[in-house]
């Protein structure tokens, strides 16, 4: 309970609806506690007393309205419960989710990358859900339950008081203590399983997504059978984690409801002896049976927030990972910079503890291409990865105009850049909301004059539905030639002064390939610009090229000097020139 207690915070969106709930949920807990026993304590005896006299048919229909009437009130303050508690439920898992899903827009990608897809979706999705149950539950439960149970108590207490004295109300109350046993030994057993539930689901999701990203591969290497096992294995072992839950949770209500008959039977044999009516003994034993259920509740809610523990656990690895990347308390000002990047003796290490760059120092001035070549893993996509600050550099820094990257906000920095990646992203939208990603507020004309610069506009126009056409998941429904050109728009559309172009070393067709080129000829025009270069006219046109190996820069310089002087260029350069040759 102590563990949930922060969240109960999600409660406060909620307050009125759930005050609104326990309102009704108290008089629920009177008609259900008291209500009934009270009930039959008043309508037996008049209708089943013999020796008493006559009623009229006007007061039989009264007390033959009490039945229906604490059932009314009963099943109308239950439904109100039921739905309010419901909408806040759903209103809690709304924001629950929300809040999950703020924080992985802003956890560095390091994390995001340590950690995999399906189990973070499942976490989002199941998770919350879970844990929202758990807080609601609780809110509904905590006031609703003890009120019955107090209701029942009391009204045990006060007719067996009256009638025989207190020790029939210490015999008829003496086995609810011990309903808590069960309860107190199943909430135990039941947190290591429920998290090993969580964690089970989480790996199926990881299976689907990892499975349906690789569809291509699962067809061609035939996989398909190899896939439903490895799944299979996994829904087993949920399938048996699950019924262990299962167990735990099931068992509890027969174990309350086997101490409980014990303690109406402990109750029988003394009535026997003490010669108690019918009527007070029936009253009794409803009040009883009243104390259980709350009691058998409250041991499900028990079980409710262990499982809901677990699942907040889970949610907190990621809730509680602290953001490493983000703004500066005091930020510098920055509107369009020129473009002045310098690296000054930049390391960074990632979790493998393998340094990725050492020690690295270079000066690219505004208005440079610069390219960066060397053999894979030695350190290029690093490199220009620290600009946009997807990671932040272990010792050293780089600054922009001047300005340390990490005394700027983030959206300052980013905002001056534009990014095309090897196989870029598009969102299931429209082509012009996919474009207007570049420049929320780019005009029509702006729009077309971006896809004009990069050779997709007569593409777009060609569709029927032209810049409203929806480009399916992750652009899906076109070709890579067509996505690296719309990407290119997207940048021209940007007009960010610092350029990171990750070349595509998948072959293109050669139309596409010809005007990308043109496309990017005009789009590094007055920029700063970061290649990674895998073509070598790309690399021969650079104004500098910079020389990865092992994680530092070993040559810098433009494309003649280097291919005379250095003999690790020459090879990458020659090797590149007869492949593409
Ligand atoms: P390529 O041309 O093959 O893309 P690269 O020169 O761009 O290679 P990087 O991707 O920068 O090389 O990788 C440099 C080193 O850092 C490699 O040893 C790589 O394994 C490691 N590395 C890169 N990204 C990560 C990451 N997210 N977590 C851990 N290690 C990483």
């Given at each position: 309970?102590?563990?949930?207690?922060?969240?109960?915070?999600?409660?406060?969106?909620?307050?009125?609806?759930?005050?609104?709930?326990?309102?009704?949920?108290?008089?629920?807990?009177?008609?259900?506690?008291?209500?009934?026993?009270?009930?039959?304590q008043?309508v037996?005896?008049?209708?089943?007393?013999?020796?008493?006299?006559?009623?009229?048919?006007?007061?039989?229909?009264?007390?033959?309205?009490?039945?229906?009437?604490?059932?009314?009130?009963?099943g109308?303050?239950?439904?109100?419960?039921?739905?309010?508690?419901?909408y806040?439920?759903?209103?809690v898992?709304?924001?629950?989710?929300?809040?999950?899903?703020?924080k992985?827009?802003?956890?560095?990608?390091?994390?995001?990358?340590?950690?995999?897809?399906?189990?973070?979706?499942s976490?989002?999705?199941?998770?919350?859900?879970?844990?929202?149950?758990a807080?609601?539950?609780?809110?509904?439960d905590?006031?609703?339950?003890?009120?019955?149970?107090?209701?029942?108590?009391?009204?045990?207490?006060?007719?067996?008081?009256?009638?025989?004295?207190?020790?029939?109300?210490?015999?008829?109350?003496?086995?609810?203590?011990?309903?808590?046993?069960?309860?107190?030994?199943?909430?135990?057993?039941?947190?290591?399983?429920?998290a090993?539930?969580?964690?089970?689901?989480?790996?199926?999701?990881?299976?689907?997504?990892?499975?349906?990203?690789a569809?291509r591969?699962?067809?061609?290497?035939?996989?398909?059978?190899?896939?439903?096992?490895?799944?299979?294995?996994?829904?087993?072992?949920?399938?048996?984690?699950?019924?262990?839950?299962?167990?735990?949770?099931?068992?509890?209500?027969?174990?309350?409801?086997?101490?409980?008959?014990?303690?109406?039977?402990?109750?029988?044999?003394?009535?026997?002896?003490?010669?108690?009516?019918?009527?007070s003994?029936?009253?009794?034993?409803?009040?009883?049976?009243?104390?259980?259920?709350?009691?058998?509740?409250?041991?499900?809610?028990?079980?409710?927030?262990?499982?809901?523990?677990?699942?907040?656990?889970?949610?907190?690895?990621?809730?509680?990972?602290?953001?490493?990347?983000?703004?500066?308390?005091n930020?510098?000002?920055?509107?369009?910079?020129?473009?002045?990047?310098?690296?000054?003796?930049?390391?960074?290490?990632?979790?493998?503890?393998?340094a990725?760059?050492?020690d690295?120092?270079?000066?690219?001035?505004?208005?440079?291409?610069c390219?960066?070549?060397?053999?894979?893993?030695?350190g290029?996509?690093?490199?220009?990865?620290?600009?946009?600050?997807?990671?932040?550099?272990?010792?050293?820094?780089?600054?922009?105009?001047?300005?340390?990257?990490?005394d700027?906000t983030?959206?300052?920095?980013?905002?001056?850049?534009?990014?095309?990646?090897?196989?870029?992203?598009?969102?299931?939208?429209?082509?012009r909301?996919?474009?207007?990603?570049?420049?929320?507020?780019?005009?029509?004309?702006?729009?077309?004059?971006?896809?004009?610069?990069?050779?997709?506009?007569?593409?777009?126009?060609?569709?029927?539905?032209?810049?409203?056409?929806?480009v399916?998941?992750?652009?899906?429904?076109?070709?890579?030639?067509?996505?690296?050109?719309?990407?290119?728009?997207?940048?021209?559309?940007?007009?960010?002064?610092?350029l990171?172009?990750?070349?595509?070393?998948?072959?293109?067709?050669?139309?596409?390939?010809?005007?990308?080129?043109?496309?990017?000829?005009?789009?590094?025009?007055?920029?700063?610009?970061?290649?990674?270069?895998?073509?070598?006219?790309?690399?021969?046109?650079?104004?500098?090229?910079?020389?990865?190996?092992?994680?530092?820069?070993i040559?810098?310089?433009?494309?003649?000097?280097?291919?005379?002087?250095?003999?690790?260029?020459?090879?990458l350069?020659?090797?590149?020139?007869?492949?593409?040759?």
């Amino acid at each position: 309970m102590q563990r949930l207690r922060p969240y109960l915070a999600y409660l406060k969106i909620v307050r009125w609806p759930i005050v609104v709930a326990l309102l009704c949920g108290v008089v629920y807990g009177i008609a259900n506690g008291a209500g009934l026993p009270f009930m039959i304590q008043k309508v037996f005896p008049k209708i089943f007393n013999e020796s008493a006299a006559r009623l009229t048919d006007w007061q039989l229909f009264m007390i033959a309205l009490w039945l229906p009437g604490i059932f009314l009130a009963r099943g109308i303050a239950g439904y109100f419960n039921s739905y309010l508690i419901q909408y806040a439920g759903t209103r809690v898992l709304e924001a629950l989710r929300l809040d999950y899903f703020r924080k992985l827009q802003v956890l560095p990608l390091a994390f995001l990358q340590k950690h995999k897809t399906g189990d973070l979706i499942s976490r989002g999705m199941t998770d919350t859900q879970t844990l929202q149950v758990a807080l609601t539950s609780f809110a509904n439960d905590i006031f609703k339950q003890p009120t019955s149970l107090i209701g029942a108590l009391s009204f045990l207490a006060w007719k067996a008081y009256n009638e025989h004295g207190v020790i029939l109300v210490l015999v008829s109350m003496a086995v609810i203590p011990l309903s808590i046993l069960p309860i107190r030994y199943v909430g135990k057993r039941l947190i290591n399983r429920a998290a090993q539930v969580q964690g089970h689901l989480g790996q199926v999701s990881e299976r689907f997504s990892e499975n349906l990203n690789a569809a291509r591969e699962v067809r061609a290497f035939g996989l398909e059978k190899r896939e439903t096992e490895r799944l299979g294995l996994i829904t087993r072992k949920l399938l048996t984690y699950q019924m262990k839950v299962t167990k735990y949770t099931q068992a509890l209500p027969p174990l309350i409801e086997i101490i409980s008959s014990i303690g109406i039977s402990i109750t029988l044999i003394y009535a026997y002896h003490v010669h108690i009516s019918l009527n007070s003994f029936v009253a009794i034993i409803m009040a009883l049976y009243s104390c259980y259920d709350p009691i058998k509740k409250l041991g499900a809610l028990q079980n409710i927030t262990k499982i809901g523990t677990a699942a907040l656990d889970r949610l907190e690895v990621v809730l509680n990972e602290p953001v490493t990347i983000q703004d500066p308390k005091n930020p510098v000002a920055v509107t369009r910079v020129r473009g002045d990047l310098v690296f000054e003796h930049v390391g960074i290490t990632y979790d493998n503890d393998t340094a990725a760059l050492r020690d690295v120092t270079v000066t690219i001035p505004a208005g440079t291409t610069c390219a960066l070549v060397g053999p894979s893993g030695a350190g290029k996509s690093t490199f220009a990865n620290l600009v946009p600050r997807f990671y932040d550099v272990s010792a050293g820094r780089i600054t922009l105009d001047g300005v340390d990257l990490r005394d700027m906000t983030l959206a300052d920095l980013r905002r001056n850049i534009a990014i095309v990646s090897q196989e870029p992203v598009l969102f299931n939208d429209t082509i012009r909301n996919n474009l207007l990603l570049g420049r929320h507020d780019a005009s029509h004309a702006e729009v077309e004059q971006s896809a004009r610069d990069a050779f997709v506009h007569d593409f777009i126009a060609s569709l029927p539905q032209g810049y409203d056409t929806i480009v399916g998941e992750r652009g899906a429904t076109l070709s890579g030639g067509q996505r690296q050109r719309l990407a290119v728009a997207r940048a021209f559309l940007r007009n960010a002064p610092l350029l990171i172009l990750d070349e595509a070393t998948s072959a293109l067709d050669s139309e596409s390939e010809a005007a990308i080129q043109q496309a990017l000829k005009k789009l590094v025009v007055g920029k700063t610009v970061l290649i990674i270069a895998h073509r070598f006219s790309t690399i021969r046109d650079a104004t500098m090229i910079l020389v990865f190996q092992e994680g530092r820069i070993i040559a810098k310089g433009d494309h003649a000097r280097l291919h005379a002087e250095n003999p690790l260029y020459r090879a990458l350069y020659d090797q590149q020139n007869v492949a593409s040759g």
